[in-house]
T-cell receptor, first 110, second 114 residues
């Protein structure tokens, strides 16, 4: 079983739709969680950190469920510019070595 | 947010030559940097962890003698692809942690080996 798993998609949604991605992790000792966005042929960019209490940034909401060992990303009112691959990143222990999911591809169409 | 730069952004070289890629943290010190490789339509693959002042830690299957890593200062790590071959053509990305564990990525280096 992979340490961090994501549904690769693609998720194909119309503009204005709400879409949610999940990411499961296997290491119960994982401590830090992040969502990154990667556009085609570009480097990943931090979208948001994921806190135990959940956090929201505009149209984006991230949540952590430690009991079930998954994090989620909710995008409301999707824009064409949201089309990208969304990467889940998990840090475990004190090593700071990140573990990446394979990414979930989102395509927002007119 | 923190900034990480990479140089060069792209390079084309002949088979058998060596290519050096620099990764710099511009506004913070990074005791640890990471090197990744990404082939088209595939996920990021961690190659090695670069530790300032000590030897890099390589992931399984990554040849340490082929991918030389030097982390000479708290703001600079270099990756040298020695005797590059066409199968080494890829997108190489570095990242560095800030003090809050957030990973910041360099813009990447596209390597094409002819």
């Amino acid at each position: 079983r992979k340490e961090v798993e994501q549904d690769p998609g693609p998720f194909n949604v119309p503009e204005g739709a709400t879409v949610a991605f999940n990411c499961t992790y296997s290491n119960s000792a994982s401590q830090s969680f992040f969502w990154y966005r990667q556009d085609c042929r570009k480097e990943p960019k931090l979208l948001m950190s994921v806190y135990s209490s959940g956090n929201e940034d505009g149209r984006f909401t991230a949540q952590l469920n430690r009991a079930s060992q998954y994090i989620s990303l909710l995008i409301r009112d999707s824009k064409l510019s949201d089309s990208a691959t969304y990467l889940c990143v998990v840090l475990s222990g004190g090593s700071y070595i990140p573990t990446f999911g394979r990414g979930t591809s989102l395509i927002v169409h007119p | 947010g923190a900034v990480v730069s990479q140089h060069p952004s792209w390079v084309i070289c002949k088979s058998g030559t060596s290519v050096k890629i620099e990764c710099r943290s511009l506004d913070f010190q990074a005791t640890t940097m990471f090197w990744y490789r990404q082939f088209p339509k595939q996920s990021l693959m961690l190659m090695a962890t670069s530790n300032e002042g000590s030897k890099a830690t390589y992931e399984q299957g990554v040849e340490k003698d082929k991918f030389l890593i030097n982390h000479a200062s708290l703001t600079l790590s270099t990756l040298t692809v020695t005797s590059a071959h066409p199968e080494d053509s890829s997108f190489y990305i570095c990242s560095a942690n800030d003090s809050w564990e957030t990973q910041y990525f360099g813009p990447g280096t596209r390597l094409l080996v002819l």
